[in-house]
Structure formats: structure tokens, C-alpha cells
């Protein structure tokens, strides 16, 4: 228990939280936001009711009682969850969520009507009430399209996925797009769309199950990793370092983890930083040909071409040596030695490139 005390005291710290502010209002909310997101609607509606119903703070909290409301629904308490939304005193600065905590309930029950009179904008150039709010573009959206005003409802859930590219809601957006484009006969606008939104789902399902493994197994690194991973294969390169953050502070000798922070602070312009993990991870595992390889590459942006072709040749006579993702390599060393007046050598490499099925001249 005192290890996983420390685990926690210092992953707060790292995303600059201190022990006093560990449940702070904004870290309530983005845990029971979790929960929500993590099925444990239950446990929520629990702790809720055991210490929170009753104070004047939570009953004044938008945020709070919208969170609540979505957790009662789910659990079985959904005439509980409308009366606490109607009965609501919000704060003006919380209104709004529970404006679409509503919303979200008349939607689920096909009240289509009343979602539309909730939320829908004075005139075309303002559609959308509450429009800072990424949830009032898609339930809007999806109470249009449900109604049949399928012109009406395209251009929101298009500015919805446009704008929050990776909001849970944004699969199941680009499915009614790609199946509105079908019957408008624009099949590659449908490909794309379906495409979208499969690679979203897949990405969400992912990231939900690294969430849980992180709940489950706070101290194991490699569902940090993986999650890392994954903020990377969107770009989103902030989040991504935090958790690789997260992974190294559990297992300081994780070789991959290393690697992957390398290519996350080139990324992002840290180029100091990236070459200093590469060199860790090639320390810890020689074996790494990508992270060598960018670190060559980097070597090379920097005007260090010893270090550059050390790597280099290194890879090109690796046992990987023939695979395509490392064709450019064999490029790059043939070019530099070139540069570097062995126009001989330069040849052969550059020979060896153009059999693996390469086609750039030296």
C-alpha cells in the first residue's frame, strides 16, 4: 500500500498536481468523467449519494449533477436522473450542463422535439445553442437526422468531427455521414467517412481498455506505454509524453518506453531531450534499429555525420537490414559518403539500396 501511495503522490506531481490538490473540484470531475467513460456508473451513483447529495456546493455544480444525472440513467434510476436536472439551481456558469444532460436524456428517449427546442439556434448563422459545447453539436445533430432533416443535421455533425476529432460520440457521427453519402451516391466521400469512423472506434476501444488496465494495474508501465502509443498515432503529443512520463517514472530501465519518448520530444521540437532518450534506449537495447535510425537522421539535420554513419552502418548490416522500413538508410549512408569523398563505397551502398527497391538517385 505505501508503494502504490508513492506510485500515485508522484504521478501527480509529474502532471503537476500536489497531494493538497489531488481532489480539487477539476480532479473530481475528470475522475468521475472516467468512470462514466469506464462503465463504472454504479460506483459513482455510491459515492455520490454515501457523502455529496446533500451539500448545497454539488446542488449548485452543473458539472457535477450532469455527471451524476448520466450515471442514475445508466443505472436503472432514470426518473431520478430528470427530476434532480429539473429541480437543479446550476450555477450560470455550470447551466449549460445540465441544459445538455437534458438533452442527452430526451434524446435516449426519442424526444426528438424537445431536444431540438432545447438546443437549436435562432437562425442559420448561429444553429446551435450553447455552441462552446462540443455535446450540443452532436445531440443536436443526431436529433435532426433522427427527424428526418437530414440537411440540417449534416453540417453539425460535420463541424462536431471536425472540431472534436476524438470525442467518444464522433464513431458513431461518421457512420451517419458515411451512410448519408451512400444515399447521395458520393461513394468516396462514404468510403472515407466509414473509414473514419472504424478507425475511431478502434482507437477508442484501445484507449479504454489501457485506461482500465492503468486503473487495475497502477504499477505496470506497459499499459502507460501503450497508451502513449496510442495518443501518438493521433498526434496528440502532450498527452502522449505524459504518459510515457508515467511509464519511465514506474520502470526507469523500460528500453521501448525510451524510444518512444525519443520520437515524441522530436515531435515536438525538443531535440535535446529526443536524442538524449534515444541514447538511453540504445543503451538499454542496441537492438533498436528505429530509434538508431532517428537518431541518425537527427545526427545528420545537425550537420554530425560520424555519429550520423556510425548508426548508420550499423543498420545496414543489421539482420533488419533488408527491411523496407529501413530502405532509407541505405540512402542516407550512400549520400553521405558521397558527401564525404568516398565515391566507391557511396556506389555500392547506393547499389545494395536500389536492389532492396529503392529508386532515388545518389
Known amino acids: 500500500m505505501t508503494r502504490l501511495l508513492s506510485i500515485f503522490l508522484c504521478l501527480s506531481l509529474l502532471a503537476g498536481a500536489t497531494p493538497a490538490q489531488a481532489e480539487s473540484r477539476s480532479d473530481r470531475l475528470a475522475r468521475w468523467s472516467e468512470a462514466l467513460e469506464l462503465d463504472l456508473h454504479a460506483d459513482l451513483v455510491q459515492e455520490i449519494q454515501a457523502g455529496l447529495l446533500g451539500e448545497e456546493s454539488f446542488l449548485a455544480d452543473g458539472d457535477s449533477l450532469a455527471l451524476y444525472a448520466r450515471a442514475l440513467s445508466t443505472t436503472g434510476g432514470r426518473g431520478e436522473a430528470y427530476r434532480v436536472l429539473q429541480e ?103 468510403a472515407r467517412c466509414r473509414d473514419r469512423g472504424q478507425s475511431l472506434a478502434t482507437w477508442h476501444a484501445f484507449y479504454k481498455t489501457r485506461r482500465i488496465q492503468i486503473r487495475e494495474r497502477p504499477e505496470d508501465p506497459l499499459p502507460r506505454f501503450g497508451l502513449a502509443q496510442l495518443w501518438a498515432s493521433v498526434e496528440e503529443l502532450e498527452q502522449a509524453s505524459e504518459a510515457i512520463k508515467g511509464a519511465l517514472l514506474l520502470d526507469t530501465e523500460f528500453a521501448r518506453a525510451w524510444a518512444l519518448s525519443g520520437e515524441i520530444e522530436r515531435k515536438l521540437g525538443n531535440d535535446g531531450a529526443a536524442v538524449r532518450a534515444y541514447d538511453r534506449a540504445l543503451q538499454l537495447d542496441a537492438t533498436l534499429s528505429d530509434a538508431r535510425f532517428n537518431r541518425a537522421l537527427m545526427a545528420l539535420a545537425r550537420g554530425d555525420d560520424a555519429s550520423a554513419r556510425a548508426d548508420l552502418e550499423v543498420i545496414v548490416d543489421s539482420p533488419e537490414a533488408s527491411s523496407e522500413r529501413y530502405l532509407g538508410a541505405h540512402l542516407a549512408l550512400a549520400r553521405l559518403l558521397k558527401r564525404q569523398g568516398e565515391a566507391e563505397l557511396a556506389e555500392k551502398r547506393h547499389e545494395r539500396y536500389k536492389a532492396l527497391g529503392g529508386n532515388e538517385s545518389l
Open 88 to 190: 437543479a439551481t446550476p450555477t450560470r456558469e455550470t447551466a449549460a450542463k445540465v441544459e445538455l444532460a437534458l438533452a442527452r436524456l430526451e434524446l435516449e428517449d426519442d424526444l426528438l422535439d424537445s431536444v431540438i427546442r432545447r438546443l437549436a439556434g435562432p437562425d442559420a448563422s448561429t444553429p446551435v445553442r450553447l455552441a462552446e459545447e462540443r455535446d450540443a453539436w452532436v445531440l443536436l445533430g443526431k436529433a435532426r437526422h433522427r427527424k428526418g432533416e437530414v440537411e440540417r443535421a449534416l453540417p453539425l455533425l460535420r463541424h462536431f468531427v471536425d472540431t472534436w476529432r476524438l470525442h467518444p460520440e464522433a464513431p458513431g457521427a461518421w457512420h451517419v455521414l458515411a451512410r448519408e453519402a451512400l444515399v447521395a451516391r458520393d461513394l468516396q466521400t462514404a
